[in-house]
């Protein structure tokens, strides 16, 4: 048990790993807040909220977040597009999470716990929008056997950052 507890504050105190989410025109405040909430739960390295999504200090970010906006930065950048292209220019990997041609399966997904990466995600109903999909720099997707081929975007998010995070793990 010491040695878990031990693990666990190094891991506190470490940097955080270079993976960000993009959150475009997400509807729910309280989708918004579980996304900080699973970001600071896997030490991300930033939450940028774009277009409508809520920003802190909403009260229904607030109630789902649980002290996680003051723990994981954040910025908020109106126009999504623009922020994709700011990224890029600084190295960073802008990959959606999202069912689109061309899109590989998570388990597939490589990532070598370095290159920094931002996960894009899309609005409820949506989803990250052919305009922006144009812009990114590839696409994974997390398979999917009911029938109704979706998840809600923040158990999405929570998907797709345990798998990068546990490849690192191994």
Sequence with gaps: MEALEA???AL??????????V???LRSAL????IFRTGDAFRIAHVWLCGISAQPPHREILKT???ATDTVPWSYRKDVGELIMELQAKGIQCIGLEQTTGSKPLQKWVWDGQTPMAVVVGNEVHGVSDEIL???D?????????SKHSLNVAVATGIALWELI???LV
């Design 12 to 21: 506190q105190k470490s940097e955080p790993w270079p993976v960000s989410v």
């Design 134 to 136: 144009d812009q990114l």
């Design 138 to 146: 590839g696409y994974m997707e997390i398979p999917q056997f009911g």
């Design 166 to 168: 546990r490849q690192q």
């Design 31 to 34: 989708n918004v807040g579980s």
């Design 65 to 67: 977040a649980l002290g």
């Design 23 to 25: 959150c475009d025109d």
């Design 7 to 9: 693990r666990h504050a």
